[in-house]
Nanobody
Framework: QVQLVESGGGLVQAGASLRLSCAAS????????MGWFRQAPGKERECVAG????????DYADSVKGRFTISRDNAKNTVYLRMNSLKPEDTAVYYC????????????????WGQGTQVTVSS
């Protein structure tokens, strides 16, 4: 059974940094595109970052470009999201997701989802 478990969320002040982690189990995802989504209250879920199966290609939503960095460690079956210069508008539940085998990473067409981790940025 595939399971994605996010960690690293929390409450921080504007300008701070956080690193989210997503550990996958139940299958090896080294051939799959992966990504991070977020959903703020009253808004649609949006893809904020995607990474190719090899990690060689990444892409981001314009709202986070230059501040967020997605990376992966296929040996650990884990994907990360480093978030710098956080803003109050980054407040949302962040979800890890897995796409298809060798598929496009952005915007990611997710087949598996994590349960989400809350990120709250105070002003």
């Amino acid at each position: 059974q595939v399971q994605l478990v996010e960690s690293g969320g929390g409450l921080v002040q504007a300008g701070a940094s956080l690193r989210l982690s997503c550990a996958a189990s139940g299958r090896t995802f080294s051939s799959y595109a992966m990504g991070w989504f977020r959903q703020a209250p009253g808004k649609e879920r949006e893809c904020v970052a995607g990474i190719s199966w090899s990690g060689g290609s990444t892409d981001y939503a314009d709202s986070v470009k230059g501040r967020f960095t997605i990376s992966r460690d296929n040996a650990k079956n884990t994907v990360y999201l480093r978030m710098n210069s956080l803003k109050p508008e980054d407040t949302a539940v962040y979800y890890c997701a897995v796409g298809g085998v060798y598929s496009s990473s952005y915007p990611l067409r997710a087949n598996y989802w994590g349960q989400g981790t809350q990120v709250t940025v105070s002003s």
